[in-house]
């Protein structure tokens, strides 16, 4: 298994373990999913960024679309998408769907 290191944004080290799901949090409070795609965020923006994601997972696995191709519309990654951005996606793509979390 592969080990590498990220630096939260307050400059402490974590060890993130490649190929495994693994939620990081650090002591200043800021947590992220490990990989290069997600980007420390406060607890409000991380649950923001599951909730859109469950959103879109939805979209796709209810067969609207095809995976790759609700990737491909999508246009945001939300590993790395701010409070605000999150909020507007959220309330824009819920519809029909319910409050997903």
Known sequence: MNISVSVCECGRLHEEKKGLPQKLTCECGLMKWNGSTSTWADQETFDL??????IFDKRWLGGEMTRK???RKLGLHFGQADKDTLKIWIKANA??????K
């Open 69 to 71: 191709q609700a990737y």
């Open 49 to 54: 960024r599951k909730q859109a994601h469950a």
């Open 95 to 100: 519809q029909g769907l319910g409050r997903d």
